[in-house]
Nanobody, 119 residues
Framework: QVQLVESGGGLVQPGGSLRLSCVVS????????MGWFRQAPGKEREFVAT????????NYGDSVRGRFTTSRDNAKNTVYLQMNSLKPEDTAVYYC????????????WGQGTRVTVSS
């Protein structure tokens, strides 16, 4: 059974940076297309970023493009989300998710890590 565990969330001031990690256990990380999503209080879940199994290709949501970067280290079974120039509107619970194909749904999700951007 694949499990995802996020970490790295916390409180940060506007303009600051955080790096989230997502550790994959149970199967080889390089099997999966990985995604990052977030959900703010009272809002729907929002796509943040995705990365292909080899890390060759990434894609980002419009609200984070140019500020966030996702990467992966398959040897460490870990996917990262580097978040720079954080804004109060980035405040949310961030989730990583996995799928086995670009055509399939994300069917494995982590428990989430909370990010709060506030002065």
């Amino acid at each position: 059974q694949v499990q995802l565990v996020e970490s790295g969330g916390g409180l940060v001031q506007p303009g600051g940076s955080l790096r989230l990690s997502c550790v994959v256990s149970g199967r080889t990380t390089s099997t999966y297309f990985m995604g990052w999503f977030r959900q703010a209080p009272g809002k729907e879940r929002e796509f943040v970023a995705t990365i292909t199994p080899t890390g060759q290709a990434t894609n980002y949501g419009d609200s984070v493009r140019g500020r966030f970067t996702t990467s992966r280290d398959n040897a460490k079974n870990t996917v990262y989300l580097q978040m720079n120039s954080l804004k109060p509107e980035d405040t949310a619970v961030y989730y990583c998710a996995a799928r086995t194909s670009v055509y399939s749904h994300y069917d494995v999700w982590g428990q989430g890590t909370r990010v709060t951007v506030s002065s």
